[in-house]
């Protein structure tokens, strides 16, 4: 069983940037793929970004295509969601999710293990 803790929100400035971590506990990443999630006040969770940990694959949502990157420390175990250019409508709850196997999958209902989430607020 792999646990998940996210750490690195807080208030942001709209135009900065930020740095999101997850760090698993329990067992280590491997074989696994990591998925960031958001959900803002009265929407749906969605996909943010991904990344397989073993050949250090990604995929992003179109929507923060450009400005986010997700990355992996083999040495600590933990993955990393940066942004910049942030914007107000990036104000959401941010997830780690983790789930076996190769695909980069960006649906929710694939994802068996997930953090607690990290509140990101962006003000303008």
């Known amino acids: 069983q792999v646990q998940l803790v996210e750490t690195g929100g807080g208030l942001m400035q709209a135009g900065g940037s930020l740095r999101l971590s997850c760090a698993a506990s329990g067992r280590t990443f491997t074989n696994y793929v990591v998925g960031w999630f958001r959900q803002a006040t009265g929407k749906e969770r969605e996909f943010v970004a991904a990344?397989?940990?073993?050949?250090?694959?990604?995929n992003y949502a179109d929507s923060v295509k450009g400005r986010v990157t997700i990355f992996r420390d083999i040495a600590q175990n933990t993955v990393y969601l940066q942004m910049i250019s942030l914007k107000a409508e990036d104000t959401a709850i941010y997830y780690c999710?983790?789930?076996?196997?190769?695909?980069?999958?960006?649906?929710?209902?694939?994802?068996?293990?997930w953090g607690q989430g990290t509140q990101v607020t962006v003000s303008s």
């Open positions: 999710a983790a789930r076996g196997g190769w695909h980069l999958s960006v649906s929710t209902h694939e994802y068996d293990h």
């Open positions: 990344i397989n940990w073993n050949n250090g694959g990604t």
